[in-house]
């Protein structure tokens, strides 16, 4: 992504975070949606630096997204390890899921899965940790992956913070988890996933 798209993208990006903080403030759903904390634009990733200066950390029941140490600065992006055994070329973890680790423990593990940018052609990408192991020990075959989004920008204004949230659910941690309802407490009958209940409270999803 690049040239006028990516301010449009930053501003919606920027309106929907301001609407969920709003929200959050006065429902106290449990997400987290950290404050913004401006990161030095890298030219070799358009929006990247850009969309995680606006808020640091946002985590709900599914999902934890973090600024990648690699992109913390221009000199960081310089340093960073490229591994040229890695058949994917170095991709940039943009963000994991954390269904997979229990409540209890989220403060311990940081990460489950990564979510990956192709640091190449810049798309946002689920490939299952069995298929990236695979790869590996069969690196001429066909990659086996999923793409989100043509962008890192696009990816967070439509798929974390838009309609495209509970396919991203569906596409990462399968159909099941996207449709999990409470069956009890203050929110019977609805979503399990907090993200996905305030985003549906702020008209954002469904």
Excluded: C
């Amino acid at each position: 992504m690049s040239g006028p798209d990516v301010p449009a993208g930053l501003d919606r990006i920027r309106e929907k975070l301001a609407l969920l903080r709003r929200l959050e403030a006065e429902q106290g759903s449990g997400v987290v949606i950290g404050e913004p904390a401006p990161l030095e634009p890298l030219p070799a990733l358009p929006g990247v630096a850009e969309v995680y200066g606006l808020f640091g950390r946002l985590e709900g029941d599914n999902f934890r997204f973090t600024p990648p140490e690699e992109i913390l600065s221009p000199a960081a992006w310089a340093a960073r390890t490229v591994n040229e055994n890695d058949p994917m070329g170095s991709p940039l973890p943009v963000g994991h899921e954390v269904d997979s680790i229990p409540p209890g423990l989220r403060g311990d593990i940081k990460a489950g899965a990564p979510i990956y940018l192709d640091t190449e052609d810049l798309d946002v990408y689920w490939m299952e940790p069995d298929a990236y192991v695979f790869l590996y020990e069969h690196p001429d075959t066909e990659p086996e992956l999923t793409v989100i989004a043509p962008d890192v920008v696009t990816f967070f204004d439509e798929h974390v913070l838009g309609p495209g949230y509970p396919a991203l659910v569906g596409t990462v941690l399968g159909p099941g988890v996207a449709e999990r309802r409470l069956r009890k407490g203050p929110h019977t009958g609805e979503y399990a996933d907090n993200w996905r209940r305030l985003l549906i409270a702020a008209g954002l999803s469904s």
